[in-house]
Each structure stands twice: as C-alpha cells, then as structure tokens.
C-alpha cells in the first residue's frame, strides 16, 4: 500500500517560515508529478505548487516568490518551503503525487493526510 506522509506544519508568526517534507512509502515503481495542496476553512482546495519529474515547477499566483517547491526523487520526498508566511496562508496542506500503479496499468493519484499551518502573531 503506497502512502503519503507530510511534516513540518505548526504555528508562526507572519513573516516566518516553515518547511513541509512529504514522503512517499511502499512499493514505488516511479512518481511524476507531486505536489503541494491547501484548503483554509470554508475554502476549496486549491494548487499551492507542483514540480514534474524532471524538475520543472509552477506555482499558485499567491506564493510566487515566496514559496519554493523541490524534490528529492531517490528519496520518493518532495519539500514545501515557505517564507514570508502571511495570515492568509494558513490551511491545511495536503500532498500529492501520481504514482505508478501495476494493478491500475498507469499512474495514480495519492494523497496524504495532511499538515496544519496556522500563522498567527
């Protein structure tokens, strides 16, 4: 069973940083894009960032310049950091990554549990 597990959520002040990880667990035959989600309450979830395989990455309007997204593909872990954390970022971020499945012959859709950021003074 492949999973999803994302660190690094918690509380800080405005302008602080924080540092998500997300690791993928299991059988892993390969992992394409990942990603890094968000829903503040009474919100939709929304695409805070991305990065394909081979390196190439987009990003929410909102974080552009201020959130950095990596991956580190022999580790299966894909890295969130966030600077100039402002009050509106706080959500609950969510990875996510398309993962090769052999029973469903293609890539699939994973999703971790979840990481609570709030940033409050």
């Known amino acids: 069973q492949v999973q999803l597990v994302e660190s690094g959520g918690g509380l800080v002040q405005p302008g602080g940083s924080l540092r998500l990880s997300c690791v993928a667990s299991g059988t892993i035959y390969s992992i394409a894009d990942m990603g890094w989600y968000r829903q503040a309450p009474g919100k939709q979830r929304e695409l805070v960032a991305a990065?394909?395989?081979?390196?190439?990455?987009n990003y929410a309007d909102s974080v552009k310049g201020r959130f950095t997204i990596s991956r580190d593909t022999p580790k299966n872990t894909v890295y969130l950091q966030m600077n100039s954390l402002e009050p509106e970022d706080t959500a609950v971020y969510y990875c996510?990554?398309?993962?090769?499945?052999?029973?469903?012959?293609?890539?699939?859709?994973?999703w971790g549990q979840g990481t609570l950021v709030t940033v409050s003074s």
């Open positions: 990065i394909q395989n081979g390196g190439r990455a």
């Open positions: 996510n990554a398309d993962i090769f499945s052999v029973e469903k012959a293609g890539y699939d859709g994973v």
